[in-house]
């Protein structure tokens, strides 16, 4: 599996979860499947919601962002396209610093975790790290002094 | 000069790959359908035995007590989801259903454990019906969950108490009710009740004989009474003569 592939896979499994959670906020699903933490207390906290929308609903837009442009970039002409690669960076990147402010606020804020919101926090950092591999996968050709 | 190439990043195999990406998609769909349990099938609603009898003097009984079919809600002040049924679907069955005298609609406490201040709630809610204004109060601390929830305070009283003075109750006659708790046996009836009845969460639904635990907009829920009305005996299982009350 290529680092965009993986990427991809990374962005369907938090694609899912972003889903999960917003059928529960928006009341399809009655309970949480939450195991560890306290996923109630966070979703219903005042945090939850960022620009009139459900936090977990941009998680929808954010993961099928990243999975059309993962996709985009294992497609012919594109699988070598460096551009592609810059992108996945900055995406997964926006995607790290925005996962670090609910997580603090989990934290310190709200003091209680969403162990669903956790599991999207590991999931876009690996994507970022594979992202950031992929990029340099697809450094520009050097120049170098022939001897 | 020598351009030195970067070797070229692997490609992996596009068969295999589609391949895990579609059962991971179709996975992860069956998680979520399975979570939302069916939403307007009927087949996901469970078979009880309905000669167990519903409750009689317990709960409380919004509509005509002789109505041709008496709905029971388990539901927990605290529980997001039961705020949603309240305040956007409950409405609608209010004036079409009860309303029209098609059905009665019974609410019965049942508290989930993780729910630090429910039971308050359920007092306040109590201490309000014996002013017999437990709907009043019912819909004001449902709508204004986010303000007394476990969430926002640890100390909820304050906002309860905003609430009863708002749905224009003698308040301090309220609040000796609910600083004595006074009605905590009939919560913990209601309580001990729904455990017998094995609800496992909120809000769970008793329509005819059927028992549905989860959230229902308004047509899903119609169609449960529609199920019920057709099935209907002419002697309700009910206690006919139920009045509202803990």
């Known amino acids: 599996m290529s680092k965009r592939q993986l990427v991809a896979l990374l962005a369907l499994l938090g694609l899912l979860i972003a889903i999960y959670l917003t059928l529960y906020k928006t009341g399809a699903i009655a309970e949480l499947n939450c195991t560890v933490g306290s996923c109630e207390t966070v979703q219903t906290s005042r945090w939850a919601t960022f620009l009139g929308l459900p936090v977990a609903a941009w998680g929808i837009v954010f993961y099928v962002a990243l999975l059309a442009l993962a996709l985009s970039g294992v497609q012919g002409s594109l699988a070598e396209s460096r551009a592609v690669s810059v992108a996945l960076v900055a995406v997964t990147g926006w995607g790290v610093v925005f996962s670090a402010w609910l997580t603090y606020l989990e934290l310190f804020v709200i003091h209680a975790i969403c162990q669903w919101c956790v599991v999207s926090a590991i999931l876009v950092t690996i994507a970022f790290v594979v992202a950031w591999l992929d990029l340099r996968d697809h450094r520009p050709a050097e120049t170098a002094l022939s001897a | ?246």
């Open chain 2, 1 to 246: 000069m020598v351009k030195k190439q970067a070797p070229p990043p692997k490609r992996g195999n596009p068969k295999a790959f589609y391949l895990v990406l579609a059962a991971v998609a179709v996975i992860g769909a069956y998680f979520l359908y399975m979570q939302m349990r069916g939403g307007s099938s009927a087949a996901s609603a469970t078979t009880i035995d309905p000669n167990v009898p519903l409750p009689k003097a317990e709960g409380y009984l919004l509509g005509n007590a002789d109505a041709p079919v008496q709905v029971v809600e388990y539901a927990d002040f605290e529980c997001p989801v039961c705020a949603y049924f309240a305040t956007i679907t409950e409405p609608d069955i209010r004036k079409r259903l009860v309303e029209t005298g098609q059905i009665s609609l019974r609410y019965m406490h049942y508290h989930i454990p993780t729910h630090p201040n429910t039971w308050q709630a359920s007092m306040a809610a109590a201490c309000a019906n014996e002013q017999g204004k437990f709907w009043e109060m019912h819909d004001a601390i449902y709508n204004a969950q986010d303000r007394w929830a476990g969430t926002a305070t640890r100390k909820p009283k304050g906002v309860l108490k905003d609430l009863a003075g708002q749905v224009a109750l003698n308040v301090s006659q309220w609040e000796t009710c609910f600083d004595t708790q006074k009605y905590q046996p009939q919560l913990l009836a209601s309580q001990q009740d729904a455990e017998k009845r094995q609800v496992r969460g909120t809000p769970t639904f008793i329509i005819g004989s059927k028992m549905i635990d989860h959230n229902m907009s308004y047509d899903q829920f119609k169609a449960y009474v529609d199920t019920a009305m057709a099935s209907a005996k002419p002697a309700a299982p009910n206690d006919s003569a139920a009045k509202k009350g803990t």
